[in-house]
């Protein structure tokens, strides 16, 4: 079946600029995670959603990220003014979280360089 | 605060023989290691498992081996085939707020030279 999908590919933007990353789990996946690589740094734990609820958004950067999903499938990141610092891969992970842990698939990620 | 470490940016090896990379971690509410491999332009995709209450898992040519006196794990690839070349995550496994999250190392770049 199909894998996790994520768009845009690549993202170029300029500085101050809002950008909006999109993620398409695994059908079925009730959790989905974002997580970001910056260059030369491990995978960053960003936020977590359980359908269509985020009980944990402790890993957001700053005020300026937000995330939503609806209908417990599509989650998009929203990166208000973007800044410089924001530049790395962005991930989307989903698993089947039915009460026991379920490993993570992650998709192919979306490079934002911001300008 | 890094709470998993790999401490080796990159490691050469030679095909057919042995890759060993390392992994270090400090909390020890860490119940799941996992290692996850990851080819340029693609996701992480994953690749062994440990739970925390044992000290070894063997998948064909891969073992993890664990270590939690010294907070210390380490994936043994062999014979290393040059399919191998890529970055491996190492990442524990924490649960809150009824979540199942994942905190990674930098990666190791594991070359495999013919």
């Known amino acids: 079946g199909a894998g996790v999908s994520q768009s845009p590919s690549n993202k170029v933007t300029e500085k101050g600029k809002d950008v909006e990353l999109r993620c398409d789990p695994i059908s079925g996946h009730t959790a989905l995670y974002w997580y970001r690589q910056s260059l030369g740094q491990g995978l960053e734990f960003l936020i977590y959603f359980q359908g269509n609820s985020a009980p944990d958004k402790s890993g957001l950067p700053s005020d300026r990220f937000s995330a939503e999903r609806t209908g417990g499938s599509v989650s998009t990141l929203t990166i208000q003014r973007t800044q410089q610092e924001d530049s790395a891969v962005y991930l989307c992970?989903?698993?089947?979280?039915?009460?026991?842990?379920?490993?993570?698939?992650f998709g192919p990620g979306t490079r934002l360089t911001v300008l | 605060d890094q709470q998993v470490k790999q401490n080796s940016p990159s490691l050469s090896v030679q095909e057919g023989r042995i890759s060993i990379l390392n992994c270090d971690y400090t909390?020890?509410?860490?119940?799941?290691f996992l290692w996850y491999k990851k080819y340029p332009a693609e996701g992480p995709t994953f690749l062994i498992s440990?739970?925390?209450?044992?000290d070894k898992n063997e998948d064909g040519r891969f073992t993890v081996f664990l270590n939690k006196s010294a907070k210390h794990l380490s994936l043994h690839i062999v014979p290393s085939q040059p399919g191998d070349s890529a970055v491996y995550f190492c990442a524990a496994k924490w649960r809150r707020g009824g979540a199942d999250g994942l905190t990674f190392g930098k990666g190791t770049h594991l070359i495999i030279q013919p």
């Open positions: 992970a989903s698993s089947f979280n039915n009460g026991g842990w379920s490993r993570q698939y």
């Open positions: 909390n020890s509410m860490f119940d799941y």
């Open positions: 440990i739970s925390s209450i044992k």
